[in-house]
C-alpha cells in the first residue's frame, strides 16, 4: 500500500532553516504530483506548496512565497521541503500527500506528519 513517511520537523527559532523530506513507497512516483499542507493547533489544514511530476512546476501559498522551496527526486522517491526564515505562527504539523493530475484538486493518501516548532 501507499506509504508516505514525513521527516525532518523539529525545534528551530525563529529565522531559522527547515528542510522537511517525505519517503513514498508503494506507487510509482513519478506518475503522481505531490504536496506539503500544515495544521495548526485548533486550526485548519492549509495548503503550503505542490508540485507537478517532474517537477518543472511548482504552486506555493503567498505567505511561503520566496521563502519555501518545494523539490522532488524521482529516483530516490522523496520529496522536499526547504523553508528559510520560519516564523512562529508556522508551528504546525506538516504532512506531506500525492495527488493526480496537476493542478491537484483532490489528495490521495496522507503521512502522518513531521512536527515543527518555532520559537520566537
Known amino acids: 500500500q501507499v506509504q508516505l513517511v514525513e521527516s525532518g520537523g523539529r525545534l528551530v527559532q525563529a529565522g531559522d532553516s527547515l528542510r522537511l523530506s517525505c519517503a513514498a513507497s508503494?506507487?510509482?512516483?513519478?506518475?503522481?504530483?505531490m504536496g506539503w499542507f500544515r495544521q495548526a493547533p485548533g486550526k485548519d489544514r492549509e495548503f503550503v506548496a505542490s508540485i507537478n511530476f517532474v517537477g518543472t512546476n511548482s504552486d506555493y501559498r503567498d505567505s511561503v512565497k520566496g521563502r519555501f522551496t518545494i523539490s522532488r527526486d524521482n529516483v530516490k522517491n522523496t520529496l522536499s521541503l526547504q523553508m528559510n526564515s520560519l516564523k512562529p505562527e508556522e508551528t504546525a504539523l506538516y504532512y506531506c500527500a500525492d495527488a493526480f493530475p496537476y493542478p491537484p484538486k483532490e489528495y490521495r493518501h496522507w503521512g502522518q506528519g513531521t512536527q515543527v516548532t518555532v520559537s520566537s
Open positions: 508503494g506507487l510509482t512516483f513519478m506518475s503522481y504530483a
